[in-house]
């Protein structure tokens, strides 16, 4: 593909700057949007055309969009930060571009090449930079994504797709402090089954977990946690985080985690912290994790802490496991120096306050 050039076509009536400060000052998660979004066409006629940064607004789309009736939709997630010296980073975003095209194959949706990932992003955070929230923990939060737009009811994969992305300022999300989080075992639902779209990060997985996500709601946990599909046994994943299980202390700490094998999806976060653990002389192990074993160990003391991690909420202490016919609490139900360890490192380079041995920050600004 040749290289794309975007045209840039800007906001006629941007919001005014004491009215973008207004809602910075509490932005909240994933409600207050920026001047501008990206976009990129593709036909299987034309490729990937029609490269812009255009005025954020709504899409119109006809009631026979494919998208709409057949679920071929995909995204990703990932954040641009106020360095200390005033310019602006990003953190590993050539590995989001990378994990969209192993979606895009599964949901058999042409590859966005990663140079037009990356150069939407990049204009997108440059033009919209006076949204990058200031305030400790801020970030802007970016998603890209991808669903086809073809006007046909056929079932087969479109022969035309738009990709987008907008962007979201994102006040800290531990405001008020890091609370353990307290976690729903579904007995009912599964998230993911082999030879699935566990390991793609598209739509119809999130929606698949939301009934198990409002049942956890209602028994007054936070999150849910999902079993595997085959043997209702093994730790999968929460509702839209990895999990992780932490034995021993001091410098003799063990991370266990459960392996991807296609049913899991390979969340960034996840890897920078394996990445992370491993840099400590920390062992690390990759292995199927049954829930026996997790309350087993939790009650014996053996298991010190548990933790999830996502793109979101970066590292957050699980202190409680409920379900149908078990409860159980992890390390007295708080927070553990490993935890803390591994979400004040990931922030600390996230933000450029720690170094960055892995080369995991990009400077945009």
């Known amino acids: 593909m040749a290289t794309l050039d975007f045209e840039i076509r800007p906001n006629p009536a941007p919001v005014a700057a004491t009215q973008r400060a207004a809602l910075l000052a509490d932005p909240g998660f994933g409600r207050v949007f920026t001047d501008h979004m990206a976009t990129i066409r593709y036909s299987d006629a034309k490729g990937w055309y029609d490269a812009r940064i255009e005025p954020f607004g709504p899409i119109s789309l006809s009631p026979a969009t494919a998208g709409l009736h057949y679920a071929q939709e995909i995204f990703e997630g990932l954040k641009a930060y106020h360095a200390p010296d005033g310019g602006v980073t990003m953190f590993r975003p050539e590995a989001n571009a990378r994990r969209m095209q192993i979606t895009c194959d599964r949901m058999a949706m042409p590859r966005l090449p990663e140079e037009a990932f990356l150069t939407a992003v990049r204009l997108l955070v440059e033009r919209d930079r006076e949204w990058i929230p200031t305030q400790d923990g801020g970030s802007l939060y970016i998603r890209p994504f991808m669903f086809a737009t073809e006007v046909f009811l056929g079932v087969k994969p479109s022969s035309e797709y738009l990709f987008c992305v907008i962007a979201s300022p994102a006040g800290s999300y531990f405001a008020g402090g890091v609370h353990p989080v307290d976690v729903w075992v579904s007995a009912e639902y599964t998230r993911a089954a082999p030879g699935g779209t566990g390991a793609a990060k598209c739509a119809g997985n999130y929606a698949a977990s939301l009934a198990a ?32 299980s932490v034995y021993g202390e001091g410098d003799d700490v063990t991370l266990v985690t459960p392996p991807l094998a296609g049913t899991i999806l390979p969340g960034i976060t996840r890897d920078s912290v394996l990445s992370i653990a491993t840099d400590r002389g920390w062992r690390v192990e990759e292995r199927p994790y049954a829930l026996s074993e997790w309350q087993a160990d939790a009650e014996s003391g053996r298991l010190r802490e548990s933790f999830a991690c996502g793109t979101a909420a970066v590292v957050t202490p699980i202190g409680r496991i409920r379900g149908a016919d078990l409860d159980f609490t992890i390390g007295g139900g708080v927070e553990g120096p490993v935890t803390r360890r591994l979400r004040e490192t990931l922030l600390g380079i996230q933000h450029g306050e720690l170094p960055d041995p892995h080369g995991w920050v990009h400077r945009l600004l």
């Open 213 to 244: 996500q409002a049942e956890a709601i209602e028994a007054g946990c936070d999150q849910v946690v999902f079993l595997d599909a085959v043997e209702r046994r093994y730790v999968d994943e929460l509702g839209g985080m990895n999990v992780f």
